[in-house]
């Protein structure tokens, strides 16, 4: 921290400098100094001077600095709007993909109908917006439904929510196109992520069935039996409870056989 220099106006001197009565219809000595800028008003006008002639040397700098946050300000609304019109445009077209996915006509939902955009030149696009992340997990979805897997995984890795349900789900469909092409440990990892992401009654025990799954199949049967533990142990009013205690007791049994 900077020190006040310690001067005879300072306010250390002044308090150890002893009060001198004020003598009738003079000022007061031990009243503060005023702003000498306050004080003089040739000083006022030679401090403004000062200031003129430093804008008018740097003007150049001063003038590129003002452009420079004006075109920020402008470049930043103009982002916004033209990101606001792509989202718009994406969502007009993942609608009719939307539409044939329902209908299950899946060739169409991906691919388009030569008319509408379809769900992969939605997520490819229009990257950015929230209509393409979305697309992002629906066509990762149907690429696991026509088994390209790798594909899929790619498609759902660019898909992030916060929703309770459709995040879960999408690692839980990476972790099932990982299962497909038999690497069983990011299957495991991402079955893993399901079931730990806001965990809940109604879908963490069915993560935790694939988990133990992709376990048992690394041949991890410890790591098996506890995962069907949890089950059992954490949500015994599940549907999965009872498979779980059977594959719990046939993971303790291959572990005794070692």
Avoid: C
């Avoid at 001197?13 to 004080?39: I, K």
């Avoid at 030149?121 to 897997?149: Q, R």
């Avoid at 929703?163 to 990011?186: F, P, T």
């Avoid at 988990?211 to 069907?228: M, V």
Wanted: glycine share 6%; no cysteine.
């Amino acid at each position: 921290m900077s020190k006040i220099p310690y001067t005879r106006n300072s306010p250390q001197a002044r308090q150890n400098q002893p009060q001198q009565q004020p003598e009738s219809g003079q000022p007061d000595p031990n009243a503060p100094a005023a702003h000498p800028l306050l004080e003089d008003p040739n000083a006022l006008a030679a401090r403004l001077g000062e200031s003129e002639d430093f804008v008018r040397r740097n003007k150049n700098i001063l003038f590129g600095i003002l452009a420079a946050v004006v075109l920020l300000v402008v470049g930043g609304f103009g982002y916004y709007t033209w990101r606001s019109s792509q989202d718009e445009k994406a969502q007009a077209a993942m609608f009719q993909a939307v539409h044939y996915w329902e209908a299950d006509s899946l060739k169409k939902a991906m691919k388009g109908d030569g008319q509408y955009a379809g769900l992969e030149a939605v997520a490819n696009e229009y990257s950015g917006t929230k209509a393409a992340n979305l697309a992002n997990f629906y066509a990762g979805a149907g690429a696991l439904k026509n088994g390209e897997y790798q594909k899929a995984i790619d498609y759902l890795e660019d898909f992030s929510s916060e929703d309770l349900l459709v995040q879960a789900r999408a690692y839980a469909l990476i972790g099932d196109a990982n299962m497909e092409l038999k690497k069983y440990k990011e299957a495991a990892n991402y079955y893993q992520k399901a079931a730990d992401y806001k965990t809940n009654d109604y879908f963490t025990p069915a993560y935790l069935m694939k988990l133990a799954l992709a376990q048992e199949l690394q041949k991890d049967y410890a790591a098996a039996e506890q995962t069907y533990a949890t089950i059992v142990n954490d949500y015994p009013t599940s549907s999965e409870v009872t498979d779980a205690k059977v594959y719990q007791a046939r993971a303790k049994a291959m572990l005794g056989s070692k």
